[in-house]
């Protein structure tokens, strides 16, 4: 399957382990935006407990998207180990290298990408 794509592999490999490793040491270091907010009344203010709740919700996003992330990049490895890496796990139609490129996780082609927006 690789030699029809012409990909580098060991390029997107690089990529991908690069931006893994990346991502769990963002989310190592996000842990305390994570904390409960304090509610005492007597140390932080209504408004500034509101914006600490509203801020740990907007972190509690970011990390479930970065852990969304570090899904897709695994199973982008497993696929570059299984010989499946480049093709969309839905019609096993080749990625287009350029998307591959940009975002090297992405696991469908874009007329399926398309199609599961639209559906």
Do not use: F, H, W
Not at 43 to 67: F, H, N, P
Not at 80 to 90: A, F, P, S, T, V
């Amino acid at each position: 399957m690789d030699s029809e794509l012409n990909i580098d592999i060991t390029k997107m490999r690089q990529l991908l382990i690069t931006r893994q490793t990346e991502l769990m040491e963002i989310c190592a270091t996000a842990k305390e935006s994570q904390d409960p907010v304090e509610l005492d009344q007597t140390k932080v203010g209504r408004l500034s407990r509101m914006d600490a709740m509203q801020m740990q919700s907007m972190a509690q996003e970011t990390q479930r998207r970065r852990e969304l992330e570090l899904l897709r990049i695994k199973g982008a490895l497993q696929r570059l180990e299984n010989g499946d890496y480049g093709y969309c796990i839905k019609c096993d139609e080749p990625i287009n290298e350029k998307r591959l490129l940009l975002e090297p996780a992405i696991p469908t082609c874009i007329s399926c990408a398309r199609l599961a927006e639209v559906g």
